[in-house]
């Protein structure tokens, strides 16, 4: 039983470079969410689905993409990579209220 | 403009004695609240919840107690082990005032609790 696998574990990007963190859930959980953890602020959801074909802004989606075309698979899109996203990635997923499974994280490190 | 916060960044206790960790909340549409543990490099585990129709929860050595009227909650472990060193979020979220907070958690800031042996 995987939970919620997330990849890839660490990333430095150049200014300007995209990628996508990939998010992947087995536990057919319809909500999925992306958060983001930068020092002493706790985590900040930047973007999350209550199913497939529908995704939500949170509190700090700029610079940030999301599809959401399975129920199994949520990944975030980084356009054009800025020193501001540096941070810890957690995606999740829930079944109903607050009872999430986070996956272990992504390190990304824009320089 | 925090809405979850936890003040104390860091606690340090004795094994065995009583740890404290505390959430102040300021958004009164608030009526769900967690607490996450979180080891290094790894994602948050939950660990207790508490609905706002109840003043406390208890799951073991863990106990969440909720003062609506301070709007504050405060996790307590008891007794402390070393195995609890961690750090501790605490989470809040609307589920029952409406239909649109879809799970949604806002998170505090964390407490980084050490347990010395």
């Known amino acids: 039983n995987a939970g919620v696998t997330q990849t890839p574990k660490f990333r430095i990007l150049k200014i300007g470079q995209s990628m996508t963190l990939q998010c992947t859930q087995d536990?057919?959980?319809?909500?999925m969410y992306w958060y983001r953890q930068d020092p002493g602020m706790g985590l900040k959801l930047i973007y999350y689905s209550v199913g497939a074909g529908i995704t939500d802004k949170g509190e700090v989606p700029n610079g940030y993409n999301v599809s959401r075309s399975t129920t199994e698979d949520f990944p975030l899109r980084l356009e054009l990579a800025a020193p501001s996203q540096t941070s810890v990635y957690f995606c999740?997923?829930?079944?109903?209220?607050?009872?999430?499974?986070f996956g272990s994280g992504t390190r990304l490190t824009v320089v | 403009d925090q809405q979850v916060k936890q003040n104390s960044p860091s606690l340090s206790v004795q094994e065995g004695r009583i740890s404290i960790l505390n959430c102040d909340y300021t958004n009164s549409m608030f009526d769900y609240f967690l607490w996450y543990k979180k080891y290094p490099a790894e994602g948050p585990t939950f660990l207790i919840s508490i609905s706002s129709i109840k003043d406390k929860n208890e799951d073991g050595r863990f106990t969440v107690f909720l003062n609506k009227s301070a709007k504050h909650l405060s996790l307590h472990i008891v007794p402390s082990q070393p195995g609890d060193s961690a750090v501790y979020f605490c989470a809040a979220s609307a589920f029952y005032a409406g239909g649109t907070s879809y799970g949604k958690l806002t998170f505090g800031q964390g407490t980084i609790l050490t347990v010395h042996p």
């Open positions: 999740a997923s829930s079944y109903s209220r607050g009872g999430y499974t």
């Open positions: 536990m057919n959980h319809n909500y």
